[in-house]
């Protein structure tokens, strides 16, 4: 993503029904995109919406079946109804659907098959969700022109997906977070971590505990198993070494899988000079 991308800008979230809970309607300043995030029990009255007439990708989002990432599918439409409707019937696992269209019905189905095909891949490479499709989707063959614009349209989309909480898509690394450097020992690791605003990103090189012992949750049991599948976890010996940035939702749940036991991260990172990341946040409320 360019850093014109990471200037200022507003996204609007409107309420149709006054339900926080309820239906969203998305949009984001200079774009013409717009977007729906349904909730499962209200796609009956909410599918004759007309931003279903029209092309769109769409994502299915519900909690997985054990540890921290949700359970994702995604897919297009044109139109985008049918293929909700159909997932209605055969797919027990989603609780949200989030649709993503055009406000001047610009997008065509290559278009959309487009967005799938790079929505697939970047889930697939940031390895924080789990991806219910079945197969990576080629993208279809599009002009230069063609190509820039949808493209120019998944860097919307995928500013706007975070602000409302789906996050899938951002690779560990890939935005250089920068701050306070916080460091992990113990069992005979060692681990560079840095605190975000989504959580807790873990740095490539940092090494986890091959062992594990009874404190360890079972959810965090299944991560570190799924973060070992996903070749972010490595085989290096005596221990396991991060391939790559990681991004955990807590300090806790970073420093857990790690050292394979049950953590408070926030007394087990420190800084430098010793401060723990409570010391620091504690700090922080009295400046």
Not at 121 to 129: D, N, P, V
Not at 200 to 207: E, H, M, P, Q, Y
Not at 229 to 239: K, P, S, T, Y
Request: proline share 5%; net charge neutral; hydrophobic share 35%.
């Amino acid at each position: 993503m360019t850093d014109a991308a990471r200037r200022g800008f507003s996204v609007r979230v409107f309420l149709p029904g006054g339900d926080p809970d309820g239906l969203k309607v998305i949009e984001k300043s200079n774009w013409t995109g717009t977007g729906l995030v349904v909730p499962r029990p209200l796609f009956s009255e909410s599918k004759e919406r007309s931003e279903l007439d029209r092309a769109g990708v769409y994502l299915l989002v519900g909690p997985g079946e054990a540890g921290d990432l949700p359970k994702v599918y995604i897919g297009e439409g044109d139109p985008t109804r049918p293929r909700l409707e159909s997932h209605v019937r055969s797919k027990e696992f989603w609780t949200h659907a989030v649709v993503f269209t055009s406000k001047d019905g610009n997008l065509n189905k290559a278009h959309v098959q487009r967005l799938e095909s790079r929505l697939v891949q970047l889930a697939t490479s940031a390895k924080r969700c789990d991806l219910d499709n079945g197969n990576s989707p080629n993208p279809p063959s599009l002009s230069e022109a063609d190509t820039a614009e949808v493209d120019g349209f998944l860097d919307d989309l995928l500013l706007c997906l975070p602000t409302l909480g789906f996050g899938f898509f951002e690779v560990g690394g890939q935005q250089r977070p920068r701050g306070r450097e916080f460091t992990l020992s113990g069992r005979g690791i060692e681990a560079r971590g840095i605190e975000t605003s989504n959580g807790f990103l873990v740095r490539a090189g940092s090494t986890a505990c091959k062992t594990t012992t009874a404190s360890l949750g079972g959810n965090v049991a299944v991560l570190r198993a799924r973060l070992v599948e996903r070749g972010v976890l490595v085989d290096a010996g005596g221990m396991f070494r991060m391939d790559e940035d990681f991004q955990f939702t807590s300090p806790s749940l970073a420093s857990s899988t790690l050292l394979g036991r049950s953590d408070n991260g926030r007394t087990s990172w420190k800084t430098a000079d010793g401060r723990t990341l409570k010391e620091i946040q504690e700090a922080a409320l009295d400046s």
